[in-house]
């Protein structure tokens, strides 16, 4: 065998495969724009790093290892050196990071910590055990591998992280006490019950037939709308009706909005009427207005500096058109159809903060209008929120679709254009009540620990909030009536929310964060689906690595029943689990097939037509049975430290 072969073992590529099997999540750290600062950032990071990867590590490649065992080495350095050296460049590199802020993919910052206490077991156990069962759903480690490389490098693991100084221990460690055979029994005992579930929604789902009633009898629900309560108040009912017990939470926002008629035309140098719709809360014009178009060109905030004084008056465009060529053919997932995941070097841009911050300095300089790129194909508009949430933006704000933009911009710099646009929005007068619908099947055995499966309610108002997030909310609801006529008594208590305002920053997950935050301590897991209608092909682990071991088990039987991919290491934001992450509760993700949702999110094709009978059904199920699995699972999932109390 010649001498250098593939060193697969090694950390790096190690990591490599763990990228490659969808690490999206991680990024090279970059934080501020010049080097130094970078390299600072980095040096504070690298302390964060995930000890989960030396773990990791030891998972090698069936060939390399036969070659280690026949005594071949690929050079001279002692492996533990090699470790180090390795694990530190690595560590000066990376480090993972979670995205914080709603919204924002991956550009925050905190880490929770495996403890070596914690890893040991899991090696060790996977020794005894003879598969890896932390592995088992993530990477598929060979049997006799994870024995041979657990014994060869636990002495190197060590000194790599204590030359790295990562002994920064926080949480207790995760490891079953429960012997192979109970683990066998838990996982027949779940499969057998999670096929009776995925039976009983296949035989009476009602989930299309309450799509149906919502997306064409109450349509479109904006948070704080008279259409949103009534989803609010029919919601209620039909959980009552299918026997579970149900309330409403509700809070106050302090103006719902009302979209009224909106034109736009260019009037010179061409005459061409355009689509226009405002932004959500939204201030009207004032009557027709127009204004000369200028377009911005910032990368940085004080770029904004040279347009000073110059947007009075003026319709701004403050983007440059979206390169829609850039845009990924065939992503994975329908997360990743919206918001594209970072990869490689990531130059992180404006943060969400400083667009803000941005927003409102083009604001004080009270231009007309402020338009948007809605950044779609085929004339579809987007939508979001203009800031701060549920009070009149400063200037009136809109998006134009992807094709008028780039027109208007192109013209613009040959020669002056000029825009009229008419946007007739209305607000509420005084805050308005939104709610958010908590139904329970109560445990029999351990009746105040919670399992939650949820979804947002709540739509923009272009389409008709079918995929975002009819479909979840649907699933939700028919969870429960699948659960309770099958006459089950979990051992925990399932709960199961329709949240409000997520497509505002998430104040019905808030609401329901307050009105619990006793009973935080006390939730095992949540789930989220909120990603359309296309089937459900995993469960992106949130980071939370050290649930692995336990998620891995109760994962194991719905992979049986339902065909998923092994559990995703990926971390996804922008939902209302986020509230729950940021508590110290575990709360995952549903990941879905793409499934139309790139053209429907948050445009006018949002339509109860998209949706997928079968695969929704089967998301439906499968919430109800990993509710199940969680509720009976002889121990809880360990929670992780929260970035936030409950109070705020
Ligand atoms: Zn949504």
Redesign the pocket.
Known sequence: MPRNIERPDTLLDSLGRVFQQGLGGMQVVTGGNDREQQHQNTRKRQQRLHIWFAAQWTVPRKSALRSREAGESADTKSEPEEVEQQFHNWTCQFSTLRGRNRGQHSTGQQIHWLSWDAIVPRITNSQEAGASRYDEGLVNPTKDGAMIRSRRLLPAIVRAIVFSGLMMLQVPPASSQRTPDQQHSYRKAMEEADQKIADEVKAHSELIKNLAYLTTQIGPRLTGSPQMQAASDWTLKRFRDYGVEAHLETTKVDHAWTRGSETASIISPIQRRIGIHAYGWSKATDGEVSGTVVTLDIQKPSDLDTYKGKLKGAVVLARKPADLSASEPNPENAYDAVIPPQRGVVNQGMSWRERAELMRQIRDEEPKLILSDSGKPDSLFSMTGAYPSYNASGVPMAFLTHEDYDLIWRLSQSGPVTLKANLQSTFSAKPVPASITVAEIKGLELSDERVIVGG?LDSWDLGQGAL??GTGAMAVLEAARALESLGWKPKRTITFVLFTG??QGGIGADTFVKNHAAELPKIDGVLVL?TGTGKVFSIALENLWETAPLMSEIYRPLQEVFDLQPLSTRYFGA?DHVEFLDKGVPAYFCMQLPAHYREAHHSQTDTFDKVIPDQINEGAAFLAAWAWNVSEMPQPLPHHEGTKDASE
Do not use: A, G, I, T
Request: net charge negative; charged share 55%.
């Open positions: 947002h975002d997030n997520e497509e909120d939902s």
